[in-house]
């Protein structure tokens, strides 16, 4: 049988190198058919809870130890993890509980204005404070035993501020010295979330 010449078979190599080259581009621009995935839903900011829709907890990690603790630790931090508890009337608790003892200071969590409060005849809170921020977000303050020397509502108040200091006025009943503290981001109005996910917690404060 008659052999191909030096020439031919240079010729067939690149040839046959031309055509692997080929498959592989081609196989390189090929696109992998679209999949028809459903786009993820958008997580909805907490909303206010009822007896048919208990408050969820987000898992805001991402916020994590963004708001001062807006209490003196010391002498005693116990921090109840109750937001969203079951209250009289149907009503959820929209906050969380600092058990404390009577006097210990309270602060402003962010510099803003104090736009509501209320005196120990408010059955529910009993003396409080209103705070909104610069960004719209709205602080609550209950059972205060005192409110700070000179500060009036409308007043405008910095970061680290004494604003009052805890108490049990209001639904605590007698000795049941603890500050309520909640957090609307989005206003007053607007339905308050979890705020212990947002809390710098001193290390000497207790989570039960």
């Given at each position: 049988m008659q052999q191909p010449s030096r020439a031919s078979?240079?010729?067939?190599?690149?040839?046959?190198?031309?055509?692997v080259v080929g498959c592989v581009c081609a196989l390189a621009t090929r696109r992998p058919p679209a999949v028809g995935f459903a786009a993820a839903a958008p997580i909805p900011i907490e909303r206010g809870a009822t007896v048919g829709a208990p408050a969820r907890r987000l898992g805001l990690v991402a916020d994590a130890g963004r708001i001062m603790f807006p209490m003196g630790p010391s002498p005693r931090c116990d921090i109840l993890d109750n937001f969203g508890d079951l209250r009289s009337g149907g009503r959820?608790?929209?906050?969380?509980?600092?058990?404390?003892?009577?006097?210990?200071?309270?602060?402003?969590?962010?510099?803003?204005?104090l736009?509501?409060?209320?005196?120990?005849?408010?059955?529910?809170?009993?003396?409080?404070?209103?705070?909104?921020?610069?960004?719209?977000?709205?602080?609550?303050?209950?059972?205060?035993?005192?409110?700070?020397?000179?500060l009036e509502l409308?007043?405008?108040?910095?970061?680290?501020?004494?604003?009052?200091?805890?108490?049990?006025?209001?639904?605590?009943?007698?000795?049941?010295?603890?500050?309520?503290?909640?957090?609307?981001?989005?206003?007053?109005?607007a339905p308050a979330i979890d705020p212990l996910p947002l809390l710098v917690i001193p290390n000497s404060c207790s989570i039960t």
């Open positions: 078979r240079r010729t067939l190599l690149v040839g046959t190198a031309a055509s959820r608790h929209e906050g969380v509980d600092i058990l404390a003892t009577l006097g210990q200071e309270v602060y402003a969590v962010a510099d803003g204005v736009v509501n409060q209320a005196d120990a005849s408010a059955s529910l809170s009993g003396n409080a404070w209103g705070l909104t921020a610069g960004d719209g977000t709205y602080f609550f303050y209950a059972h205060l035993s005192a409110f700070a020397a000179g409308g007043d405008t108040v910095s970061r680290g501020q004494v604003i009052g200091y805890v108490g049990d006025t209001g639904n605590p009943g007698p000795g049941n010295y603890h500050l309520h503290f909640e957090v609307h981001p989005g206003g007053q109005r």
